[in-house]
């Protein structure tokens, strides 16, 4: 039976949550800016609290982004260390795919199709949308950046009742259009506890990952970080 | 002891183990300067993102290279500030969780306390009590060393530290990044007589520096020979970087051999990474001889950034029984006469 280490920090909350084959044991801060020294401790007392040591995991999943750069490297980061130094594969898992896994795995929503939308700033949202099927989110449009003002034209679906949207970018949504959706939860959030279930579900597809080959999902990849302006021509 | 040390805090990504018995086992670097060259500068998220590419295949690179698998590693010390947040963040949370999955102790390091101490690996160390100069990209420092852990600010640079200063001269002279090197480069072809640039804060008492003015006075006699392309001609701008070598070299020395006076010493240690300068070193030795003082400094891989002087730094504050508890922390500022006092120190046990 398989034991899995899961933590998330690619949103202002955090978590941290180890699945074992009888039970799921997580836990959540949402203080943010104090990821990097909450993860390790918030570890160490679930390990205490579910009974088990650390060489009993098998694997760690991390919550991949998109999301905070800052945060998607601490949880990356910390998850490395220990996979590196237990010798676990380190799976990553999409914080929207874990988010739409979270709703349709609660048997209350009866949404057809997940709308997940973080906010990137920059005057953007990170976007992607799921169909669900058998209560598992079928990725309809890959996690990707969409400006304020290309929302909803670059969503491939219509909104309507029969569509969920979750996160935070909703908050920021035309009300009326939210209005629109048969459920919303701009709280939403990733969490560790729904990383650590679509961790499992790839670890026994046979995803291992090395720790060393990890990277997170930034989407965003060519800021506008000027470079520099030259006064000599280059030399060949 | 055998320490992994790990070095994230700007654009080095740097991994070594030091062993408190048999010395330096191996050290490894990933250079950013190509990533971040065509910006002119050190862009933070481009450093951050190139540490986590790099940091794990170092580490097993390092151990490797040092004959040492992870039973044989009792401890991790990495940089805990002062540095990028960003990047500090990749070393600090990559060290301090595997060390938690070893079951070893971890420490976060000061980097300049790395800096400092980074001369006594060399094989002719210099004896305590000593003044250090701290002299880098981003510092400017004048430290009173009594022993190992004790350290007190003597005097620091107000504004820009004297490698920001040559950074900037070299962006004016459209020199390559990192400047410092360059500016020296071509200082070596320049007229060290045409211009005299000020001495900032050398006609005052006190031990503080100050290079925003020289950086103006630069700019301005750029400006004043600059030609269609905004630049003098080739002579005149290493006429320039030689003036302005001279004054940032001078006013180190005339502030160094005041500290050593000042504090009644004859050790002079240099650390950073404008401690490679080769103009500084030689005007020092002579300067510090008149005086019949000594200067030492670290072979010029362990001026800059390195992995070497946190895993030694690190070594010395495990011995001492000081371990950061799981809570990763990093601090961008940190005071460097903040540190616990360290009781303990072996060079050889």
């Not at chain 1, 570890?43 to 919550?63: K, M, N, P, R, T």
Request: net charge negative; charged share 20%; with cysteine.
């Amino acid at each position: 039976m398989t034991t899995i280490l899961a933590i998330d920090a690619s949103t202002e909350t955090c978590s941290v949550a180890i699945m074992l084959p009888n039970g799921m044991h997580e836990a959540v801060c949402a203080e943010p800016r104090t990821h990097a020294g909450r993860i390790l401790p918030m570890l160490d007392a679930l390990l205490a609290e579910a009974g088990v040591s650390l060489h009993q995991i098998d694997a760690i999943a991390y919550g991949a982004g998109p999301g905070s750069f800052t945060g998607l490297r601490i949880a990356l980061s910390l998850a490395q260390g220990l996979a590196f130094g237990l010798e676990k594969p380190l799976i990553p898992v999409e914080s929207l795919h874990a988010m739409a896994y979270a709703f349709a795995q609660d048997p209350k929503h009866t949404q057809d199709s997940v709308v997940c939308l973080l906010d990137a700033r920059m005057d953007e949202f990170y976007l992607a949308s799921f169909q669900v099927v058998d209560a598992l989110p079928q990725m309809l449009q890959p996690a990707q950046l969409c400006g304020y003002a290309l929302f909803p034209q670059q969503l491939d679906i219509t909104i309507d009742a029969s569509v969920a949207g979750l996160g935070g970018g909703w908050a920021q949504v035309d009300p009326e259009l939210r209005a629109m959706l048969g459920y919303c939860d701009t709280q939403a959030v990733p969490l560790a506890s729904a990383i650590a279930q679509l961790g499992l579900k790839f670890f026994d597809s046979g995803v291992r990952p090395a720790a060393e080959q990890a990277e997170p999902l930034y989407l965003r990849n060519s800021v506008s970080w000027n470079k520099r302006q030259r006064l000599r021509q280059p030399t060949p | 002891m055998r320490v992994l040390g790990i070095e994230t805090s700007c654009d080095e990504t740097a991994v070594a183990i030091y062993d408190s018995g048999e010395g330096l086992l191996a050290h490894r670097l990933f250079s950013q300067v190509a990533v971040h060259a065509e910006y002119g500068g050190v862009v933070p998220e481009l450093a951050s993102r190139d540490h986590v590419r790099k940091l794990l295949p170092l580490v097993k690179e390092v151990m490797a290279a040092a004959h040492t698998t992870r039973e044989h590693i009792q401890g991790i010390a990495y940089t805990a500030g002062p540095g990028l947040i960003g990047a500090l963040l990749v070393g600090a949370c990559v060290g301090r969780s595997l060390a938690y999955a070893w079951g070893i102790p971890a420490v976060g390091v000061h980097h300049m306390e790395g800096h400092l101490l980074a001369p006594l690996l060399e094989p002719n160390p210099p004896q305590f009590p000593f003044v250090a100069l701290l002299v880098s990209g981003g510092h400017t420092q004048l430290v009173r060393v009594d022993a190992l852990g004790q350290y007190q600010l003597l005097g620091e640079s107000l504004d820009d530290a004297a490698g920001e200063a040559f950074d900037k001269a070299a962006k004016m002279l459209d020199l390559d990044y990192p400047g410092g090197p360059q500016v020296a480069r071509l200082a070596q072809l320049g007229d060290r007589q045409r211009f005299v640039f000020p001495r900032p804060m050398t006609d005052r008492p006190g031990l503080d520096f100050s290079f925003s003015g020289l950086k103006t006075f630069t700019l301005n006699t750029v400006a004043a020979h600059a030609g269609a392309n905004g630049l003098p001609d080739d002579q005149t701008c290493a006429d320039i970087a030689a003036a302005f070598e001279e004054a940032v070299v001078d006013t180190l020395v005339i502030k160094c051999r005041r500290a050593l006076e000042f504090c009644a010493m004859k050790t002079l240690v240099i650390a950073g990474g404008v401690s490679a300068n080769q103009r500084l070193r030689e005007k020092l030795q002579t300067a510090l001889q008149k005086i019949g003082a000594g200067v030492f400094y670290a072979r010029p891989e362990f001026c800059t950034d390195n992995g070497a002087m946190i895993a030694y730094a690190g070594c010395q504050r495990l011995l001492a029984q000081q371990h950061q508890g799981l809570n990763v922390e990093v601090k961008p500022r940190w005071p460097l006469d903040s540190l616990p006092p360290l009781t303990h120190y072996t060079r050889d046990s």
